[in-house]
């Protein structure tokens, strides 16, 4: 079938990725380990990175680890989100998140592919905001917009999905949900920080096919909001 071929394909890829990008260039000397953190990196898609804990998991050190999700960066398989801070030099002290460049390939890399993807389930959220999220990073780097992104979460857990500046233009604020119908009670944190924040534009994408503008929070298509942040 149409499916499992893809899912072929996507198999095939990983497993092609490891042996020619990674092997026959040697740039992994041990690629037991570095299998084994593609795989836990590939179920921590998205989440606050903690080396520590993936180094503990992996059996490999932190400075490897480091060094294996740089390898991911350079061979453009996926790119980092760092926490949002006014000042850059503190941001930097913000530990990042890290997406994978697709979410076939995330799931291949999971060994999640052969599982049936269901609606309004955890993990469907999460590939619906890392689709969102890619498109964001591609149409930056395809249009040269040269706008930068990060998340933001508070300590009290209130998060932004992501955070857009743009060279000239107002802040963005952008929330994803993978629901099929947004009502306020969905969105409470993005409505508080637009009012927390001056200057800013507050999107929410999701499934919803109904464009609505909930507190100030402009609810569309990802297609319509990509538009209207001078992403298409």
């Known amino acids: 079938s149409d499916t499992e071929s893809k899912i072929d394909y996507l198999q095939s890829y990983v497993r092609t ?16 380990p570095f ?32 060094s294996y999700y740089q390898i991911l960066e350079d061979t453009h398989l996926g790119f980092f ?25 995330t799931r291949a890399l999971a060994r999640q592919i052969q599982i049936e993807l269901s609606e309004s389930t955890f993990e469907f959220g999460n590939l619906f905001e890392q689709f969102v999220i890619c498109e964001c990073f591609r149409m930056n780097e395809y ?21 857009i500046d743009r060279p000239g233009l107002k802040r963005v ?12 009670e969905d969105i409470p944190h993005i409505i508080h920080f637009h009012k927390e924040f001056s200057k800013t534009e507050a999107y929410c994408v999701s499934l919803d096919p109904h464009p609505k503008v909930i507190s100030g929070v402009h ?14």
């Open 219 to 232: 609810c569309l298509p990802l297609a319509n909001v990509l538009k209207s942040i001078g992403l298409s």
């Open 173 to 184: 604020l952008l929330e994803i949900k993978s629901s099929k119908s947004i009502q306020a």
């Open 143 to 163: 249009l040269n917009k040269e706008y930068k992104f990060s998340y933001l979460r508070t300590k009290d857990g209130a998060e932004i999905d992501l955070i």
């Open 81 to 105: 989100v760092p926490g949002f801070h006014e000042s850059w030099r503190k941001q930097l002290s913000q530990a990042p998140r890290f997406y994978f460049f697709d979410t076939g390939v």
């Open 35 to 66: 299998r084994s953190f593609l795989e836990i990196a590939a179920q921590r898609n998205g989440k606050i990175l903690n080396f520590s804990k993936i180094h503990r998991d992996v059996g490999a050190s932190v400075k490897t680890i480091q």
């Open 17 to 32: 990725y490891i042996k020619e990008e990674i092997q026959l260039e040697q740039t992994v000397r041990h690629l037991d």
